[in-house]
């Protein structure tokens, strides 16, 4: 498995953070993906990376201790899952968020257009811009 974790801190209550998550859509389409589409707890997400054009469908699922997680139902990977965590700090004024993505590369899927290295440079851009978006909300 590959993993890519990004965490910032935000000034904001760790509540304003996890309200801002709620918007599942506007919090997904921050990523920066080419095109996103929210149904319930089904998250379908189209970008392009490098040369390949990623579709991913996606589920909102529990995890224990996140704010929001997904996992991927259809996609090129053999496995993905993302989770954002949200940790309070200091006397609740501002809160710390985490967001972690593992992937397994489906390698008959990917070959050699795209390799885990590209992936985690993607994911790690998109990550980021959702954490750029949670500060500008809150």
């Given at each position: 498995m590959n993993e890519v974790t990004e965490t910032r801190r935000v000034a904001a209550p760790p509540d304003?953070?996890?309200d801002a998550m709620a918007d599942v859509e506007g919090?997904?389409?921050s990523a920066g993906f080419d095109d996103v589409e929210v149904d319930g707890e089904a998250i379908r997400v189209a970008n392009r990376?490098?040369?390949a054009e990623i579709e991913l469908e996606l589920a909102v699922v529990e995890r224990e201790g996140a704010a929001l997680a997904y996992e991927q139902r259809e996609g090129i990977f053999k496995s993905m899952w993302t989770e954002y965590v949200v940790e309070p700090r200091a006397d609740g004024d501002e809160c710390e968020?985490?967001?972690r993505t593992e992937f397994a590369l489906d390698?008959?899927?990917v070959?050699?257009?795209l390799d885990a290295t590209?992936?985690?440079r993607?994911?790690?851009t998109e990550l980021n811009a959702q954490l750029d978006w949670l500060a500008a909300q809150t």
């Amino acid at each position: 498995m590959n993993e890519v974790t990004e965490t910032r801190r935000v000034a904001a209550p760790p509540d304003a953070v996890r309200d801002a998550m709620a918007d599942v859509e506007g919090f997904v389409r921050s990523a920066g993906f080419d095109d996103v589409e929210v149904d319930g707890e089904a998250i379908r997400v189209a970008n392009r990376v490098g040369p390949a054009e990623i579709e991913l469908e996606l589920a909102v699922v529990e995890r224990e201790g996140a704010a929001l997680a997904y996992e991927q139902r259809e996609g090129i990977f053999k496995s993905m899952w993302t989770e954002y965590v949200v940790e309070p700090r200091a006397d609740g004024d501002e809160c710390e968020v985490t967001a972690r993505t593992e992937f397994a590369l489906d390698v008959p899927v990917v070959g050699d257009v795209l390799d885990a290295t590209v992936i985690e440079r993607q994911r790690r851009t998109e990550l980021n811009a959702q954490l750029d978006w949670l500060a500008a909300q809150t």
